[in-house]
């Protein structure tokens, strides 16, 4: 079977709802909504729904990773500020756990059943 035969025993859609421009990017409706407006997709109305054209999607996406991967590129040539990894003053760099307090054991850790303040009822 050759490929365009495929293409007629199942033809891809030209259009789809912002509900379907949801579940192709993975994102929500004010982000669609936010594409729509700033012309990164095209989309025209038909009838009362708004349709996004697939094409443009396609298109979209390439430009974010084409843009990504630019960007990519330059953060592999600068280098990152020095700063501590955790704002935590108990922070162990050796040995990349929590110290216990100074002066005792750590506090233990509290569960729904203890902070009840009560026995059973």
Do not use: F
Not at 42 to 51: A, C, M, N, P, V
Not at 79 to 92: E, F, K, V
């Amino acid at each position: 079977m050759h490929i365009d035969d495929n293409y007629r025993l199942y033809p891809q859609p030209y259009a789809t709802s912002p509900k379907g421009l949801q579940r192709i990017l993975d994102c929500g409706a004010t982000k669609v909504a936010e594409l729509i407006k700033l012309k990164e997709v095209e989309s025209y109305k038909d009838g009362k729904s708004r349709k996004i054209v697939i094409q443009s999607i396609y298109d979209y996406i390439a430009r974010c990773r084409a843009a990504s991967l630019s960007s990519a590129s330059e953060l592999a040539d600068c280098s990152l500020p020095a700063t501590p990894p955790h704002s935590d003053p108990h922070w162990n760099d050796e040995t990349n756990k929590s110290s216990p307090p100074v002066g005792g054991k750590p506090e233990p850790i509290r569960r729904a059943s203890n902070l009840s303040g009560g026995g059973a009822a």
